[in-house]
């Protein structure tokens, strides 16, 4: 049987996470600080739980720089439960009921019905998440509301792998129509990734970085939102993370009421998905799996402790992650006629590194897999939909672990 230190995981999410935190954690499962009960048995309104809290909040704020301030211009951070699939749909109640209750304040009650057919939520579609995330908004609010400003499939022969730039995106021409402008940062099944920066200066900006969250700095005064899964850099799964401005939280916006949604036939969200109310009980409304929001904490700690003292303090860790990415992809372009990188140069993911061996031969990528597991390198299937082989580069990956994977495919290589 292996131990930890004999094989590397380079799995998709859950992924894998420092081993002194993995340490760490399995003494306070047993003792959580000298109390004799374990950090899973404690309640999530004690002292130690509020504590957690918020170490892991000030570490958050410290790695994005997110504004904190009670007034429009703040971050609130909230941790909700329900996964990344989960904030497709809180995203849309809560900017839908933001949006129409803005509306009300401008043209009040009699003309909200009319106004409310303009509404329009742009979908930027580069890989199968944002797809998920813009269906989900279409079975909410209806398809006549949801406007699929880019899909990247129709520049690439039906295919993601491509992020076509600005000038291509036909977003919604009058701004104040838009309740919210989605995108997903890192695609993890197609392997593509945004340009860093990019998108911004859309309205009601709403990034997805599940996927590539606290990988390199972001500018989170351009969004209205950020979430993320924990699963990949963060944590462990159960928990997602949302960076939402105070913009679209009371007192600084007034949602409309459920009577008034009701009656315009939009859907009133299930309340442990309602933004302001998450908001207003400090993420504590119902049972938060504290140990992982500990473990979240721990993991953000490393990076604060590691980085710079100055913005960006996640520099460290971009630097970490580049490095990590390149030295894939450029053993994997030296070798053209053994491997083919899946997506366009411009739009290669630094966390996910899809490629084909072979053209896909698919007894060609059968001995390539079982090499690397023989080699104790695990997790380098592609997803199921989409196939050939895929490796996730993810924070804690660490870089011996990506120097044996490109000796390995060096070896496959040559070996061909
Ligand atoms: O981005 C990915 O890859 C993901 O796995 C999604 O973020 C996962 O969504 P959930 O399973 O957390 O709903
Ligand atoms: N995030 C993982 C799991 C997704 C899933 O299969 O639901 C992936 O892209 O492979």
Redesign the pocket.
Known sequence: MPTRDQVHYFG??PAPLPTPVLEEASKVILNYNDSGIGITEISHRSADANAILAQTKNALRQLLDIPESDGPDGYEILFLQG????EFSAIVYNLVAAWVGAKVKEVGDDRIAEELRKMRLDYLVTGS?SLKASQEAARLVGSEHVNVALDSRKFREGKFGAIPDKSNWKISASREDVALTYYCDNE?VDGVEFPAGSPSDLPNLVGDM??NFLSRKVDVRKHAAIFG?AQKNVGTTGITIAIISNRFLPPNAEYAKPDLLRKLGLGVAPVVLDYPTIAKNNSLYNTLPIFDVWIAGQVMQRLVDRGPQQQPRIATQEAESDKKANLLYSVLDASPDIYRVVPEKEARSRMNICFRVKGGDDAAEKAFVKGAEAKGLLGIKGHRSVGGMRISNYNAVPVVAVEKLVSYLQDFAKSQ
Do not use: F, L, R, Y
């Open positions: 998709a999410g996964g990344g699939s989960g998440w993890t599940s996927s899964g």
